[in-house]
């Protein structure tokens, strides 16, 4: 009995850690939440992770929040070295958007303390159809680019 209770306890730690980064909300589901600090501003940190549509009604990103920072904004990053802030990010019914490093993500600024690398913090997202909707972001290192 003991041997099946230290097993059931390890799998539900391995299922645990493999859904912290993931939520649902409606028909919006968001999985696979990081962060990274930017390259490219100073005290901030970049939030990343892919938004699913599994309704047949588009829904928007419209806004996110963490205990964190004082603002987040959501933000473009086309490539130009320049981040643009959007009013709302679109995810298409039956769609995917992808937030990632160098395009689309969620910007913190301001940050004091910088959240270290292995930190985790939760990122409360506010759709128009759907709602709300929190996840956990877990801070790693920015993978290298080409």
Known sequence: MKTLTVTLAAVFAVASAAWAGDARVGAIEVKSAWAAPSR??????????????????SDQLVAASA???????LHDHAGSGHMTPL???????????????????????HLE???AEGASFPLTLRFARAGEVTVTVDVKAMPRMP
């Not at 490219?40 to 009604?57: P, Q, R, Y």
């Not at 205990?67 to 904004?73: D, F, W």
């Not at 995810?91 to 395009?103: I, M, Q, Y």
């Open 40 to 57: 490219v501003m100073a005290k901030g940190l970049g939030a990343f992770m892919v938004l699913t549509n599994t309704g047949s009604e």
């Open 67 to 73: 205990p964190i920072a004082p603002a987040a904004s």
């Open 87 to 109: 009013a709302a990010i679109e995810v298409a019914a039956g769609g995917s958007v992808v937030l990632k490093p160098g395009a689309l993500h969620v910007m913190f600024m």
């Open 113 to 115: 303390p910088m959240p």
